[in-house]
């Protein structure tokens, strides 16, 4: 298994969050920061050169081979902002979405244009309950 080219590194979360040339999109940027941290009980690092993350856990496949990976995280891109989420094991997933409002969803990600097209408590709790099925699941998870 190679290793992957997205790592947590000492980057500053600040210098990229605050070169965001959309004001709204920054100010967003900023609050998932505050939402991530606090489900997270853990700091802002940058994972790559284009990912917030926070805590770390070890995801290791069926043959063994593991890589370090975030609890939670997102990335501000062009279409929108990529918040990365284990929305698979979730309990109460399609529930959770159902109130959310607007976004797109991919495998591990949910997509979303900006903070006001969804519902904040319950974006809050997505996120928690995914740190704590990440948490459950690999239980050395943490910061």
Do not use: H
């Not at 940027?29 to 050169?49: F, K, L």
């Not at 290791?60 to 698979?88: C, D, E, H």
């Not at 097209?117 to 995914?130: F, M, Q």
């Amino acid at each position: 298994m190679a290793e992957p080219k997205t790592k947590a590194n000492e980057l500053p979360v600040a210098d990229f969050i605050n070169a965001i040339p959309d004001a709204q999109i920054r100010q967003d940027c900023w609050s998932i920061v505050e939402i991530m941290q606090e489900a997270a009980q853990a700091p802002a690092r940058m994972w790559g050169t284009a990912i917030v993350g926070f805590g770390e856990y070890r995801a290791v496949n069926a043959r063994g081979k593991g890589n370090n990976w975030m609890l939670v995280g997102f990335s501000p891109r062009k279409q929108a902002i990529t918040l990365y989420l284990m929305l698979s094991g979730l309990d109460r997933s399609d529930q959770l979405l159902a109130r959310l409002g607007k976004y797109t969803r991919g495998k591990g990600c949910l997509y979303i244009k900006r903070l006001a097209d969804v519902d904040l408590a319950t974006l809050k709790e997505l996120v928690r309950s995914s740190v704590t099925y990440v948490a459950r699941t690999y239980p050395k998870a943490g910061s």
